[in-house]
Protein backbone atom coordinates (compact mmCIF):
# COMPACT_ATOMS: atom_id res chain seq x y z
CA UNK A 1 0.00 0.00 0.00
CA UNK A 2 1.65 3.28 -0.87
CA UNK A 3 1.43 6.00 1.40
CA UNK A 4 -1.15 7.92 -0.12
CA UNK A 5 -3.58 5.30 -0.23
CA UNK A 6 -2.21 4.38 3.30
CA UNK A 7 -3.42 8.02 4.55
CA UNK A 8 -6.86 7.73 2.53
CA UNK A 9 -7.56 4.36 4.50
CA UNK A 10 -6.78 6.10 7.82
CA UNK A 11 -8.63 8.71 7.18
CA UNK A 12 -11.90 6.74 6.13
CA UNK A 13 -10.94 4.91 9.39
CA UNK A 14 -11.73 7.70 11.74
CA UNK A 15 -14.27 9.13 9.42
CA UNK A 16 -16.33 5.95 10.27
CA UNK A 17 -15.40 6.17 14.05
CA UNK A 18 -16.53 9.82 14.54
CA UNK A 19 -19.36 8.92 12.65
CA UNK A 20 -20.69 6.39 14.41
CA UNK A 21 -19.57 8.28 18.03
CA UNK A 22 -22.00 11.17 16.68
CA UNK A 23 -24.63 8.32 16.27
CA UNK A 24 -24.84 6.28 19.60
CA UNK A 25 -25.73 9.69 21.63
CA UNK A 26 -28.76 10.41 19.34
CA UNK A 27 -29.64 6.88 19.06
CA UNK A 28 -30.14 6.40 22.67
CA UNK A 29 -31.57 9.77 23.11
CA UNK A 30 -34.16 9.07 20.67
CA UNK A 31 -34.83 5.58 22.38
CA UNK A 32 -34.99 7.23 25.62
CA UNK A 33 -37.56 10.22 24.57
CA UNK A 34 -39.59 6.87 23.05
CA UNK A 35 -39.26 5.25 26.12
CA UNK A 36 -40.65 8.40 28.41
CA UNK A 37 -44.09 7.80 25.84
CA UNK A 38 -45.07 4.66 27.50
CA UNK A 39 -42.71 3.65 30.39
CA UNK A 40 -43.32 4.50 33.92
CA UNK A 41 -39.96 7.13 33.91
CA UNK A 42 -38.16 7.41 37.14
CA UNK A 43 -36.71 11.14 37.69
CA UNK A 44 -33.07 11.21 37.60
CA UNK A 45 -33.23 12.91 41.14
CA UNK A 46 -35.08 9.22 42.11
CA UNK A 47 -32.13 7.63 40.12
CA UNK A 48 -29.48 9.63 42.92
CA UNK A 49 -31.17 8.75 45.90
CA UNK A 50 -31.57 5.04 44.79
CA UNK A 51 -27.93 5.14 43.80
CA UNK A 52 -27.17 6.40 47.50
CA UNK A 53 -29.28 3.89 49.08
CA UNK A 54 -31.73 6.74 50.33
CA UNK A 55 -35.24 6.10 50.38
CA UNK A 56 -38.01 6.74 47.57
CA UNK A 57 -41.92 7.12 47.76
CA UNK A 58 -43.66 6.98 44.31
CA UNK A 59 -46.46 4.95 42.75
CA UNK A 60 -46.94 5.77 39.50
CA UNK A 61 -50.57 6.58 38.68
CA UNK A 62 -52.33 7.00 34.97
CA UNK A 63 -53.78 10.63 34.63
CA UNK A 64 -57.18 9.50 33.71
CA UNK A 65 -57.11 7.54 37.32
CA UNK A 66 -55.85 11.22 39.42
CA UNK A 67 -58.52 14.09 39.91
CA UNK A 68 -59.34 15.62 37.46
CA UNK A 69 -58.48 19.26 39.84
CA UNK A 70 -54.76 18.01 39.88
CA UNK A 71 -53.68 19.20 36.48
CA UNK A 72 -55.88 22.05 36.58
CA UNK A 73 -54.29 23.43 39.54
CA UNK A 74 -50.94 22.74 38.39
CA UNK A 75 -51.67 24.58 35.17
CA UNK A 76 -53.57 27.30 37.09
CA UNK A 77 -50.02 27.79 39.06
CA UNK A 78 -47.24 26.88 36.50
CA UNK A 79 -48.15 27.56 32.79
CA UNK A 80 -51.36 28.95 32.21
CA UNK A 81 -50.54 28.46 28.34
CA UNK A 82 -49.61 24.63 28.67
CA UNK A 83 -52.27 23.54 25.85
CA UNK A 84 -51.01 26.54 23.67
CA UNK A 85 -47.50 26.32 23.04
CA UNK A 86 -44.87 23.29 21.80
CA UNK A 87 -43.52 22.85 25.07
CA UNK A 88 -41.62 26.14 25.35
CA UNK A 89 -42.78 29.95 25.55
CA UNK A 90 -40.43 31.24 23.37
CA UNK A 91 -42.03 34.60 24.40
CA UNK A 92 -41.12 34.20 27.77
CA UNK A 93 -38.03 33.14 27.05
CA UNK A 94 -37.27 36.36 25.21
CA UNK A 95 -38.15 38.41 28.48
CA UNK A 96 -35.72 36.24 29.82
CA UNK A 97 -33.26 36.37 27.99
CA UNK A 98 -31.26 39.31 29.43
CA UNK A 99 -32.22 38.79 32.63
CA UNK A 100 -28.80 38.69 35.53
CA UNK A 101 -30.44 36.39 37.79
CA UNK A 102 -29.64 33.83 35.07
CA UNK A 103 -31.71 30.80 32.91
CA UNK A 104 -33.70 29.56 36.08
CA UNK A 105 -35.29 32.70 37.43
CA UNK A 106 -38.14 31.75 35.28
CA UNK A 107 -39.70 30.74 31.97
CA UNK A 108 -39.69 27.34 32.46
CA UNK A 109 -42.73 25.45 30.96
CA UNK A 110 -44.50 22.48 32.51
CA UNK A 111 -42.55 20.45 29.35
CA UNK A 112 -39.51 21.89 30.31
CA UNK A 113 -39.58 21.02 33.53
CA UNK A 114 -40.95 17.51 32.92
CA UNK A 115 -37.80 16.71 30.48
CA UNK A 116 -35.24 18.21 32.94
CA UNK A 117 -36.74 16.14 35.33
CA UNK A 118 -36.73 12.63 33.59
CA UNK A 119 -33.56 12.93 31.71
CA UNK A 120 -31.16 16.04 33.08
CA UNK A 121 -29.56 17.68 36.19
CA UNK A 122 -30.66 20.20 38.14
CA UNK A 123 -29.02 23.30 39.21
CA UNK A 124 -28.32 26.63 36.89
CA UNK A 125 -27.11 26.36 34.02
CA UNK A 126 -27.16 27.56 30.11
CA UNK A 127 -25.73 24.56 28.86
CA UNK A 128 -28.49 22.49 30.37
CA UNK A 129 -30.73 24.86 29.82
CA UNK A 130 -29.65 24.88 25.72
CA UNK A 131 -30.48 21.15 25.98
CA UNK A 132 -33.54 21.13 27.80
CA UNK A 133 -35.24 23.52 24.92
CA UNK A 134 -35.09 21.36 21.52
CA UNK A 135 -35.66 18.26 24.22
CA UNK A 136 -38.95 19.43 25.44
CA UNK A 137 -39.93 21.03 21.95
CA UNK A 138 -39.02 16.93 20.94
CA UNK A 139 -41.19 14.99 23.94
CA UNK A 140 -43.84 17.82 23.29
CA UNK A 141 -44.29 16.62 19.76
CA UNK A 142 -43.43 12.56 20.38
CA UNK A 143 -45.70 12.23 23.70
CA UNK A 144 -48.21 14.86 23.26
CA UNK A 145 -49.74 17.18 26.10
CA UNK A 146 -51.26 14.64 28.01
CA UNK A 147 -48.44 12.18 28.04
CA UNK A 148 -46.75 14.85 29.43
CA UNK A 149 -48.99 16.38 32.14
CA UNK A 150 -49.10 12.96 33.52
CA UNK A 151 -45.22 12.15 33.43
CA UNK A 152 -44.98 15.29 35.65
CA UNK A 153 -47.22 14.70 37.94
CA UNK A 154 -45.36 11.20 38.33
CA UNK A 155 -42.13 12.35 38.97
CA UNK A 156 -42.52 16.01 40.34
CA UNK A 157 -40.45 16.10 43.98
CA UNK A 158 -43.43 17.13 46.63
CA UNK A 159 -40.55 16.60 49.48
CA UNK A 160 -37.58 14.32 51.09
CA UNK A 161 -38.19 11.24 48.46
CA UNK A 162 -41.75 11.58 48.06
CA UNK A 163 -42.20 11.47 44.28
CA UNK A 164 -45.38 11.78 42.12
CA UNK A 165 -48.79 13.04 43.10
CA UNK A 166 -49.87 9.94 44.69
CA UNK A 167 -47.15 9.80 47.10
CA UNK A 168 -47.90 13.70 47.58
CA UNK A 169 -51.42 12.87 48.23
CA UNK A 170 -50.84 9.96 50.37
CA UNK A 171 -48.26 11.75 52.80
CA UNK A 172 -50.21 15.23 53.22
CA UNK A 173 -53.89 14.37 52.63
CA UNK A 174 -54.04 10.50 54.05
CA UNK A 175 -56.27 9.48 50.68
CA UNK A 176 -55.32 8.92 47.16
CA UNK A 177 -54.77 11.31 44.71
CA UNK A 178 -58.17 10.14 42.57
CA UNK A 179 -60.23 11.81 45.89
CA UNK A 180 -58.65 15.29 46.13
CA UNK A 181 -60.27 18.36 46.40
CA UNK A 182 -60.04 21.50 43.96
CA UNK A 183 -58.31 23.48 47.53
CA UNK A 184 -55.97 20.06 47.91
CA UNK A 185 -55.07 20.13 44.21
CA UNK A 186 -54.25 23.83 44.80
CA UNK A 187 -52.22 23.27 47.81
CA UNK A 188 -49.88 20.43 46.03
CA UNK A 189 -49.67 22.90 43.11
CA UNK A 190 -48.19 25.89 44.71
CA UNK A 191 -45.70 23.94 46.75
CA UNK A 192 -43.87 22.85 43.16
CA UNK A 193 -41.20 24.15 41.86
CA UNK A 194 -39.52 23.90 45.26
CA UNK A 195 -41.67 22.09 47.95
CA UNK A 196 -38.87 22.93 50.71
CA UNK A 197 -39.90 26.28 50.44
CA UNK A 198 -43.29 25.82 49.48
CA UNK A 199 -44.63 22.88 51.95
CA UNK A 200 -48.65 21.35 50.97
CA UNK A 201 -49.24 20.78 54.49
CA UNK A 202 -51.73 23.74 54.80
CA UNK A 203 -53.26 26.91 52.95
CA UNK A 204 -51.10 29.44 51.87
CA UNK A 205 -51.16 32.67 50.45
CA UNK A 206 -50.23 31.28 47.06
CA UNK A 207 -52.50 28.03 47.33
CA UNK A 208 -55.28 30.41 47.62
CA UNK A 209 -54.11 32.18 44.56
CA UNK A 210 -53.65 29.20 42.52
CA UNK A 211 -57.20 28.38 43.87
CA UNK A 212 -58.86 31.22 42.24
CA UNK A 213 -57.40 31.02 38.84
CA UNK A 214 -58.44 27.53 38.43
CA UNK A 215 -61.32 28.74 37.06
CA UNK A 216 -59.96 30.95 34.22
CA UNK A 217 -58.38 28.56 33.23
CA UNK A 218 -61.52 26.09 32.61
CA UNK A 219 -61.49 27.04 28.90
CA UNK A 220 -57.71 26.38 28.04
CA UNK A 221 -57.45 22.80 29.03
CA UNK A 222 -58.41 20.55 26.41
CA UNK A 223 -55.44 18.91 25.42
CA UNK A 224 -55.74 17.25 29.11
CA UNK A 225 -59.18 16.07 29.12
CA UNK A 226 -59.91 12.87 27.77
CA UNK A 227 -60.27 12.50 24.13
Known amino acids: MTAAREKRAV ?6 LGYRLLLWPIGVGALLLLLGGVAPMPSTLMLVRWASGEPVKREWVPLERMSAHLPRAV ?3 EDQLFCEHWGVDF ?3 KELASDPDGP ?3 GSTISMQTVKNVYLWHGRSYVRKAIEIPLALAADLVWGKRRMMEVYL ?3 EWGDGIFGAEAASQFYFRKGVSTLSASEAARLAAAL ?4 KRGASGPTVHSRRVLRRMDGVEPYLGCVRPS
Open 193 to 196: PNPE
Open 11 to 16: GRFWGR
Open 75 to 77: IAS
Open 154 to 156: NVA
Open 104 to 106: DRG
Open 91 to 93: EVL
